[in-house]
């Protein structure tokens, strides 16, 4: 259990020994990063310029989904997706190979390769805007809530890891895998809102085939005082299963797959 | 999505009107075949272009619910009908991405492509207007899908029906010509996200993308006759809509005609500066 975590903190050494060389992207990525998100914001107040109450939300309340989005898009953007690119350029070009030769887990090793360090200027922003909506929320700080809100958070991120390794194990077929993972990125914007605003049919979707109710909603509800002990223990669940076919699916993948190269 | 793979074979003497024509329909009937090829990632694609309409969809039509019933002159069922045919200027107006422009001259494809006898923009044009043909053909069974999902309401007459067609060729052409300007950014400087992410954004909020113009603050609206992103999107969409009648029809074309001639003239001038500076390394 060990191992995985000290490898996960050598490769980020590396990343940021690598990417602090290029202080100029930090900068430019701040830039882009407030772009992103001055223009959400505009959206939020012009949605706010014609109604107090959308699907059940308030402002304040609406503020926080949109802290959580930002701060999943940041963590996701900087741990996740980097691998997964990486993964499936591996893939595509047989370099693969060489990952399976090495003597740890290949899916530990192909999961914390990358950490793209200036992509977390969103998970400072994000938790810049959840700081802002939780004090005109008013709301009172307590174990349960920070403790319900961290859980539902890291249960999100693991879920999306989950559906995007997925995605990318495709890879091992396909060649055009690319679109699907562009399809699911777009997907997520949905979290800007919460999932309960979105018809039947779309809900489903966003809550099971792409998780993006447990990504963003849920942890907002969480913060919001929404969350059930009842939605808590499904989410567990449900994160639990979903590592397991994972790993069950990228075990069978593996089998399938005949090297490329060498 | 954007690559031209083959060359096409440069004629020894004169490049006239006839050469040009057949370059198109080369070029255009390359994007057809290659797209054709892809039906799955073409699709994705499609759901990729058609879940942003969506969202905005949802939105904008549970405010207007709550709002006991329209909000901007517009009902919940026509917000409906004005994403719906979002859905299909999209086809129409998307062009190469400035990052595709930024992956070609990254690669060294550029310098080949200088290689011919005729100008980059040409191929490009001819490509992304044969690609119209797949586009619409993917779109077809979303278009209808979400018709029957989100029960939208439109009322064009005859003319306006009539008219939706070139309109909106004229919104593929304006957007064109300015990704096209935006992508010779990356002649001078590699690192462009953030420029492209400020280009989006405005596109986003003043060209009716996010919601029609007439929802935007009064002074989005303000800033949006200054730009030529409103006859990319608002425009067609509301001349289908039924929303525009023939005294703002004739000025709006004429806006198009302006920002496509405006457009042109810019990606000329500072692609002769561009090409003074390029230096390619290899292929």
């Given at each position: ?52 109450n959308l699907g059940g939300w308030s402002q304040a309340e609406l503020l926080a989904v949109y802290g959580v989005f930002v701060l999943m ?151 919001t005082g929404r969350l059930t002990p009842e939605l808590l223990a499904g989410t567990l669940l449900f994160t639990i299963v979903a590592l ?19 | ?283």
């Amino acid at each position: 259990m060990l191992k995985p975590i000290k490898l996960f903190g050598l490769f980020a050494r590396i990343s940021i020994l690598n990417e602090v060389q290029y202080r100029a992207n930090f900068f430019l990525q701040v830039l882009q990063s407030s772009l992103s998100l001055g223009t959400g914001l505009i959206v939020l107040s012009v949605v706010y310029s014609y109604t107090d109450n959308l699907g059940g939300w308030s402002q304040a309340e609406l503020l926080a989904v949109y802290g959580v989005f930002v701060l999943m898009s940041g963590l996701i953007g900087s741990l996740v997706l980097p691998n997964m690119w990486a993964f499936m350029e591996d893939v595509r070009e047989g370099r693969l190979d060489f990952t399976l030769t090495k003597p740890e887990d290949a899916q530990v090793l192909i999961s914390v390769r990358v950490v793209a360090i200036w992509r977390l200027v969103d998970v400072v922003l994000g938790l810049i805007v959840l700081g802002v909506a939780i004090t005109r929320m008013g709301l009172e700080a307590s174990w349960w809530l920070a403790f319900a809100f961290a859980a539902t958070l890291i249960m999100g991120m693991v879920l999306l890891y989950c559906v995007l390794l997925l995605a990318s194990i495709l890879s091992f077929w396909f060649v055009r895998v690319w679109e699907l993972m562009e399809m699911m990125q777009s997907i997520f914007q949905a979290g800007r809102w919460p999932v309960g605003i979105y018809p039947d049919w779309l809900r489903l979707g966003l809550t099971y085939l792409i998780p993006v109710a447990f990504a963003v909603t849920v942890p907002a509800e969480a913060l919001t005082g929404r969350l059930t002990p009842e939605l808590l223990a499904g989410t567990l669940l449900f994160t639990i299963v979903a590592l397991v076919v994972t790993r069950l699916i990228w075990k069978w993948g593996l089998r399938n797959y005949s090297g490329a190269s060498a | 999505m954007s690559e031209l793979a083959t060359p096409i074979k440069p004629e020894p003497r004169r490049f006239g009107l006839r050469n040009m024509l057949t370059m198109y329909a080369v070029a255009a009937r390359q994007a057809i075949i290659e797209q054709l090829q892809y039906p799955a990632a073409n699709m994705m694609f499609m759901v990729h272009i058609l879940i942003e309409p969506v969202i905005y969809l949802v939105v904008w039509s549970s405010v207007a619910t709550s709002q006991g019933g329209a909000i901007g002159g517009y009902t919940a069922a026509e917000f409906a009908g004005y994403y719906i045919i979002w859905t299909l200027v999209r086809q129409f107006n998307l062009a190469i991405g400035p990052q595709g422009f930024h992956w070609r001259i990254k690669e060294g494809r550029l310098a080949a492509e200088l290689l011919r006898p005729v100008h980059p923009l040409l191929p490009d044009l001819g490509y992304y207007l044969g690609y119209k043909v797949p586009q619409t053909i993917y779109w077809l069974p979303m278009g209808i899908l979400l018709w029957l999902l989100f029960k939208p309401e439109i009322n064009p007459v005859a003319w306006q029906i009539a008219a939706f067609p070139v309109v909106l060729m004229l919104a593929f052409f304006v957007r064109f010509f300015f990704m096209w300007l935006l992508g010779l950014v990356c002649f001078w400087t590699e690192r462009v996200d953030a420029l492209f992410e400020l280009y989006f954004a405005a596109e986003l909020l003043f060209s009716g993308r996010l919601v029609p113009l007439e929802v935007m603050p009064t002074w989005a609206q303000n800033v949006a006759n200054f730009l030529p992103f409103q006859w990319t999107f608002y425009f067609p969409i509301e001349v289908l809509l039924g929303r525009v009648d023939l005294p703002e029809f004739w000025p709006g074309v004429l806006a198009q005609l302006a920002w496509i001639a405006g457009g042109y003239t810019l990606v000329r001038m500072i692609w002769k500066l561009a090409v003074k500076r390029f230096t390619a390394v290899g292929s």
